[in-house]
């Protein structure tokens, strides 16, 4: 059942990845398994859907999960209450139960005319017995539907990405059918990289200079919340439209705010910043 | 094949299913190692753990099953070049082998130019479909050609990045929510927001189809739970199994409310907030905050001292003194609270000290175990006259 080519997804221009990475995302879509991503906030968990999308021109659904959700919520709805209405109002055929049935996004992704990425986002938010109640849908790709007594077939099985930040373990079950990545958190080279991506034009010594601070600050470990990738590339904006220079960021930490999200954390470095431009250790 | 991986993983404790095994087989199939021990690395670690807590454990099964196995890079080409040579064609016996061998010549040929060039990565038997390395060594992952600068399978491998992220759990987090989960009292509570489709029919219908929605609220766990656990002393054994039950119970989000206090050895004049009992709040406070239907959880070995538990002033602490006994502190929270439960990590058959039997006639006791923790719940749901 050879499929796909292996090589399929490598990255996309604004979305650098590590090379573990790109063999667990080409197993996934070779054994349409779906892809099951950890890692820490931040990682860019939920970037890997959209550049998978485009990479391979397919389109994106995404269900976030919140919650509130329920695994039935992804399949279908059916508007009771809009049905009522039209009986009472005559608007429309009300014998036809089908068009009171408005389908979810796995729904929507097995019916799609053509092959799509499915991105199920922060799986761990839900119910704790929401991947449970996945389980079949995603491993047989159709449901049913009790309204009309009607299958709901997948025409092109999607390609499934999870991601969850491990808030709540996952169901054995569940896990048994998933390829599973953890992205650890980029290493210097890797992370310069990715910065080049999105600041192509960016100085170079103040490229080096940054990702040591930013580093330095990492390895603190009485910060409460460390500064993750997208923080860090938001710092980089604010570095670039505030024209500071490498020499300043030896001189301190500018705009600490946007790297440090909690007073805690931001006094203790102040302290240290403050305290004569002193490294941070 | 290569079963001996599988239980090299299953020896480390890795949780690897025999699903999971036959899909990495199917993998190899499809040939998606491509002969390479760094991409079955990956492949294999994405298909059969999936939790970053046994990567270092993945990591060492590998290196203990791989060790050893490396194949210089140009093999592809050493190999080719033997078969040019003359004696290839001396030693092979005469007749069908030869013809075997030069087709075999031929695809290896065929092969690499239909590689991407310059991607530097040539195949060489596709986990054992192709002619030339059909099971045994080349289906281990023989590596052919340069993988660019990822370093080999078993360096990555032994680097052991992922040792930090270990955890050797007994009863995981996942198996106490579930057993917590049970804990609920559920009733309709707040704005009325779900459809109540029955009602609205035949409300309906009672007007002569004029459209009556009916709206009821949702049913919600009304459960409020109080957990006190003992910290330190003869505890400290069991403090990953209570600190598991901790993260469990304070993840469930379905309880209405939970509050957590820790305490040493039994409940005195005060509760802490934190396990080194640096935040203290007076037990009297809590019991005026906690209403009656909370449902009381205490964790502890009620293993102590008989004066600590029935004399004032028996508290370890001599800087808080208490006046008032242990036992007495114990009884007001029993009279205080509907439902309570004493959770005790030490085995049954070892509770036979006094203050164990003391602290039981107050509390149903039972085993900080799974079994213990769903019957503990069941005496905490149970309806009361």
């Known amino acids: 059942m050879r ?187 890797l992370m310069a990289a990715i910065v080049r991506v999105h600041f192509p034009t960016l100085a170079e010594a103040l490229l080096a200079e940054a990702l040591e601070r930013f580093y330095a600050l ?32 030896q001189a301190g930490l500018p705009f600490l705010g946007v790297l440090l999200k909690n007073e805690h954390d931001l006094a203790l470095v102040a302290k240290d910043n403050g305290a004569g431009g002193r490294r941070v250790p | 094949m290569f079963l001996d991986f599988f239980y090299a993983l299953r020896r480390h404790r890795v949780p690897v299913s025999p699903t999971e095994w036959l899909t990495l087989m199917q993998a190899l199939q499809q040939g998606l190692a491509q002969a390479s021990l760094a991409r079955f690395y990956t492949l294999a670690r994405a298909i059969l753990v999936k939790d970053v807590g046994y990567y270092d454990a993945y990591d060492l099964a590998f290196r203990e099953t791989f060790q050893g196995i490396e194949t210089p890079a140009p093999l592809l080409e050493a190999l080719l070049a033997w078969l040019d040579a003359p004696h290839a064609a001396a030693l092979a016996p005469p007749g069908s082998a030869a013809a075997a061998l030069a087709q075999l010549r031929q695809l290896l040929a065929a092969r ?26 080349h289906a281990r992952g023989v590596r052919l050609g340069g993988e660019g600068g990822q ?94 039950l901790f993260s469990a119970a304070h993840q469930a989000r379905h309880f209405r409310a939970f509050q957590y206090y820790y305490f040493h050895n039994c409940v005195y004049d005060w509760l802490y907030r934190d396990m080194a009992r640096r935040q203290r709040v007076a037990t009297a406070a809590v019991l005026r905050a906690c209403g009656a239907d909370y449902k009381l959880l205490l964790v502890g070995d009620a293993y102590m001292a008989p004066e600590e538990l029935l004399e004032p002033g028996g508290a370890l602490y001599a800087f808080e003194p208490n006046a008032t006994p242990g036992l007495a502190w114990l009884q007001r929270l029993r009279q205080h609270f509907h439902a309570a439960v004493w959770l005790n990590p030490m085995p049954a ?35 009361r006259p």
């Open chain 1, 3 to 189: 499929s796909a080519p292996f090589t399929q997804f490598a990255g996309s221009d604004t979305y650098v990845l590590s090379p573990e990475l790109r063999d667990a995302v080409n197993v996934a879509i070779a054994l349409q398994r779906p892809l099951l991503v950890r890692g820490e906030p931040g990682t860019g968990k939920t970037m890997l859907a959209y550049s998978i999308a485009r990479a391979l021109s397919k389109p994106l659904l995404v269900w976030h999960v919140k919650s509130t959700t329920k695994a039935r919520d992804g399949l279908y709805v059916y508007d009771t209450v809009q049905r009522l209405n039209d009986a009472r109002f005559g608007d429309g055929d009300v014998s036809d139960i089908k068009r009171y049935i408005r389908l979810g996004c796995l729904g929507q992704a097995f019916v799609a005319e053509e092959q799509v990425v499915l991105l199920i986002d922060e799986i761990d938010k839900a119910d704790l017995e929401f991947p449970n109640d996945l389980l079949n849908e995603l491993d047989e790709m159709r449901f049913y539907i009790l309204e009309t007594d009607e299958w709901v077939v997948a025409r092109h099985r999607p390609i499934v990405v999870i991601t969850s930040n491990a808030e709540k373990e996952l169901p054995d079950a569940f896990l048994r059918r998933c390829i599973f990545h953890y992205i650890d958190f980029p290493g210097p080279e």
């Open chain 1, 218 to 249: 990492r390895r603190l470990d009485a910060l409460r919340k460390k500064p993750s990738t997208s923080e860090l590339l938001d710092w980089l904006q604010a570095l670039i439209v505030g024209g500071v220079t490498p020499a300043q960021l």
């Open chain 2, 112 to 137: 690499r130019q239909r590689e991407q060039p310059g991607g530097g990565e040539r195949l060489l038997g596709s986990g054992g479909t192709a002619p030339l390395g059909h099971g045994g060594q």
């Open chain 2, 151 to 244: 370093g080999s399978a078993v360096q990555v491998a032994a680097a052991r990045r992922f040792e930090n992220y270990r955890h050797d759990r007994t009863l995981d987090v996942r198996q106490l929510q579930v057993a917590l989960k049970k804990l609920r009292h559920l009733q309709r509570l707040g704005a009325q927001e779900e459809l109540a489709l029955e009602e609205t029919v035949a409300e309906t219908c009672r007007r002569g189809g004029e459209i009556e929605l009916v709206f009821r609220p949702p049913r919600r766990n009304s459960a409020k739970v109080l957990l006190l656990m003992d910290a330190g002393g003869s505890m400290s054994p069991y403090t990953p199994l209570v600190e598991r």
């Open chain 2, 349 to 383: 058959q070892a509770w036979h000290h006094p203050t164990i039997a003391r602290i039981r006639q107050l509390f149903p006791m039972y085993e900080l175990t799974l079994q213990g923790l769903e019957a503990g719940i069941k005496e905490l749901v149970r309806r």
